[in-house]
């Protein structure tokens, strides 16, 4: 048996595995003990089956890193496009209407979010405004509380925004 010879019999073994249900372990295991028996060059066989694994791990991390890449995209297009869906509803209510649209296939109305601003380091604001964990960050859920109670957190300020909410 040729290099070239145990490479295609090597990818045989390995495209079992690319299957989408995958391969029967006691099935592939069995063809895989049957193969390298059958070979003169029993570690060549095995290095062939491991090199093979090898280029297709490596292939699949390259396919992981580009479709990470694309749900990142897509996650960023999906937010600018209700971005732009509720600019239209805001528009709606500046000329009086309401902001809502409500047709066979969906249902789209502009709610109100808060968020609370605060300086990056969180070090600035008062301890109480702080959580401390391996680092300092701003507990975000008392600074609102207290400004909502009508507390003045230095450094800190809510920030309302307007978005959509699809149905």
Known sequence: MTGYDILRSAAGIVADLD???GADAAT???RLADWIEASDDKH???FAVAKRLELEADEMAQLMSVMKKRLSYI???QARVKALA???LIAREALGEEPKVSTPMFRAW???T???SVPEDAG???EAFQRRKVTVEADKAAIKAAIKAGESVPGAFLVESRGIRWT
Do not use: W
Request: charged share 20%.
């Open 19 to 21: 299957a989408p249900e």
């Open 44 to 46: 060549g066989a095995y």
């Open 86 to 88: 509720a600019e239209l």
């Open 114 to 116: 808060e968020a609370v």
């Open 110 to 112: 502009l709610v109100k």
């Open 75 to 77: 996650a960023m297009q």
């Open 124 to 126: 600035m604001l008062p």
């Open 28 to 30: 592939l295991d069995q």
